[in-house]
């Protein structure tokens, strides 16, 4: 189980990077991505590399089905967890609605196609290097790592319900401010 839970950290936090640079590059003005309060993650990217990594094995060995799967698998990822921000915690980290065949702005084929190409990437280049990155680590770092992993989550969540704000999530940015004035 514990390899599981880093990977999961692993994959978020390159999704965070991952979005970073993708913001970055198409000039959009949010360029913060995080998903949490003090962790920089993603956890969509996380979710879905570990819902990609559980698909059977024999999937694996056809790439042509792996990415298709890959790719519906991720959607329903991707759709399911803006669902639950959207309702749970009155928040939405992404708008498709100017994307072509978007599904209510949540999920849309252009990205789908991007998450099974992206799957394929995970599966070939980055797994080997993850596994090996989770099999390393010491047992004694996984019980605080999950501890604070929840806090921020349970912290993150309360403030985005409150404040049904993914800017309330940027405490280094009122730190400038406060500098600044």
Not at 36 to 61: I, K, M, Q
Not at 123 to 150: D, K, M, N, R, S
Not at 157 to 172: E, G, H, I, N, P
Request: glycine fraction near 6%; proline fraction near 7%.
């Amino acid at each position: 189980m514990a390899v599981w839970f880093w990977q999961f950290l692993f994959y978020s936090f390159l999704g965070f990077v991952f979005e970073v640079f993708f913001a970055r590059a198409v000039h959009n003005p949010k360029r913060d991505r995080k998903c949490r309060y003090f962790l920089p993650l993603c956890p969509v990217y996380g979710l879905g590399a570990v819902a990609v990594l559980l698909l059977p094995e024999h999937l694996r060995s056809h790439p042509v089905v792996f990415f298709l799967c890959a790719a519906a698998l991720c959607t329903v990822v991707e759709y399911a967890t803006a669902l639950f921000y959207e309702k749970a915690l009155g928040v939405s980290f992404w708008d498709y609605t100017q994307l072509p065949l978007n599904f209510g702005g949540r999920v849309c084929l252009p990205f789908s196609l991007l998450w099974g190409l992206l799957s394929l990437l995970l599966l070939w280049i980055t797994q080997p290097y993850a596994a090996g990155l989770a099999g390393a680590l010491p047992p004694w770092l996984l019980p605080p790592a999950v501890l604070f992993f929840f806090a921020d989550s349970a912290w993150s969540f309360f403030l985005l319900r409150r404040t049904q704000d993914t800017a309330s999530l940027r405490w280094y940015a009122r730190l400038g401010a406060r500098r600044t004035a």
